[in-house]
DNA sequence: GCATGATCATGC
DNA sequence: GCATGATCATGC
């Protein structure tokens, strides 16, 4: 079957609407459990008529349309978010160097897209699953200026011999995910004798949720920058701007400047000061089109004098279970890592000795880092390790008196054990206790970056 | 001075 | 009620 035009080929896709996958398998591939094949290949065999391939142009070239599959959840909020990034093409590092964004190989088959959104749910055969929307699209010509200059990034680094290094969190839209079973899929590249990974275009999950929300619940984000700003400055240079004029400022004089209250103690502050900077009073940070799809998360951090941080970074509690059962290449912690974008809200203390609520904090500055992969790879993995050993077999748990409270002391992986992260309690009281894989008990414990290794990141070493 | 453990306060 | 960000307190 040839479709001859957008709206015909659109309209086949929209009649599926509704349709479970078992519904539009008429080849009988989701029954035969032999065959592995993706919900994606299904709809293209079986519902459009063509062969699967791996060419380079688009599923459907005399359109110039790529079709997609996709799939979109329910989080435990009860929003719906992309369940996945979306995996475009592979990256042929050898070739992908000497094209220009015009001429890429992600241009060149993904500038049209026909996705097809299905609702995934735990537990569900993949045959009952749905398909909720079917559109047509196209980029956005402001996200389209990000996504080069993502792609410049990725081309970039495969320029300066790093595609080794390359990492997810490295762009704001456009990623270049792994792909292939394990660490065996390896490439080379061409400047340099190291194999990399093999790695794919992706549309990262955070962008992905940006558009299941757009089109299936018409929820809005919003932006900061214009497309017009964003052909002559990168996202990163306009943030960097908008900031600027205030650095060196105490948190006080911003807040008055901005007409916003200055409270030390509300944790709305940081966000509100940030979104009134930003042109966008009291817009969440969530809702901010580009940190949302992008997803980068704030975090702040208040400098002593020695320009150190005297706290190390906290992270969300740990779930030992999970810790326990997950493998690495498929863990939260190593995930988290790898696709989420930090940007440090930096504040400092000019005066040392005194309690926080009696000291001026002035504001630094901003810094968007990523973990690199090597540091992701090796001593975030050595700490996650080495903790998932204890909590199976055993965690040596004592009970110190300190005054007149009796603390509990541990043998997790403490500041010392590689420069980079420890796990430490982190509870509300004496009672709040966490069950360990192994059957202990023990206080909730937390992820934690070493204040000594933020220092470092905020020094450009890392 | 710093590492480590404890716990407060806010906000959902 | 709980998670999280933030900060405090002790003792080596």
């Known amino acids: 079957m ?14 599926a609407e509704g349709s479970t996958f078992g519904d539009l398998d008429k080849k009988g591939r989701l029954s035969n459990s032999r065959s592995k094949g993706g ?8 519902y459009f008529g063509y062969k699967v391939n791996s060419n380079a142009e688009p599923d459907f070239k005399e359109l110039g349309i790529e079709l997609k599959v996709t799939p979109f959840k329910k989080n435990t909020k009860g929003k719906i978010t992309a369940k996945e990034r979306l995996v475009l093409n592979i990256i042929n590092y050898m070739k992908e160097v000497d094209y220009t964004f015009d001429t890429s190989s992600f241009w060149n088959k993904n500038s049209k897209l026909l996705l097809m959104f299905y609702q ?7 045959s009952d699953f749905k398909v909720t929307k079917s559109i047509l699209f196209t980029f956005p010509e402001s996200d389209l200026q ?3 200059k993502d792609w410049e990034t990725i081309v970039n680094k495969v320029r300066d011999g790093k595609a080794h290094e390359l990492s997810e969190g490295d762009t704001n839209y456009l990623g270049a995910c792994t792909k292939g079973a394990n660490k065996s899929s390896l490439r080379e590249q061409p400047f340099s004798e190291e194999l990399a990974m093999q790695r794919a275009f992706s549309l990262k999950q955070s962008y992905m949720t940006s558009l299941v929300r757009k089109f299936i619940k018409n929820e809005e984000l919003v932006s900061i920058a214009k497309s017009e700003e964003l052909i002559k400055k990168s996202f990163e240079e306009i943030l960097y701007d908008r900031f600027n004029p205030y650095i060196g400022l105490t948190v006080r004089e911003i807040a008055q400047k901005q007409g916003i209250e200055y409270n030390q103690k509300a944790k709305s502050f940081i966000p509100l000061m940030i979104s009134s900077l930003l042109g966008i009073k009291g817009t969440k940070l969530n809702d901010i089109e580009e940190f949302s799809k992008a997803n980068i998360q704030f975090k702040t951090i208040r400098l002593e004098p020695n320009n150190r941080p005297r706290e190390s970074m906290s992270f969300k509690n740990i779930n030992f279970n999970q810790w326990f059962t997950e493998s690495w290449e498929e863990s939260e912690i190593r995930e988290t890592f790898m696709s989420t974008k930090f940007l440090f809200v930096i504040f400092k203390y000019k005066e040392t000795g005194k309690q926080n609520s009696e000291r001026e904090l002035y504001f630094e500055g901003l810094k968007l880092w990523n973990m690199p992969m090597r540091t992701i790879d090796k001593e975030v993995k050595e700490v996650w390790q080495e903790t998932k050993r204890l909590v199976g077999e055993e965690v040596k748990i004592e009970y110190k008196k ?6 509990e002391t541990n043998n ?5 054990f590689n420069g980079v992260a420890h796990i430490r309690p982190k509870g509300r009281n004496g009672k709040d206790k966490v069950n360990l894989p192994n059957g202990q008990i023990v206080t909730k414990q937390c992820f934690w970056l070493n204040n000594n290794y933020i220092a470092e990141v905020l020094d450009g070493n890392k």
Do not use: C, H, M
């Open 120 to 126: 995934w749910l735990p537990g569900v055969d993949r």
């Open 412 to 416: 997790f992986p403490k500041k010392d």
């Open 39 to 46: 919900l994606g290949q299904i709809i293209e065999e079986s």
């Open 146 to 148: 990000i996504i080069k």
């Open 402 to 407: 300190r005054g007149n409270t009796l603390i």
């Open 2 to 15: 040839i479709y001859n035009t957008e709206e015909e080929l659109l309209e086949k896709a929209r009649a």
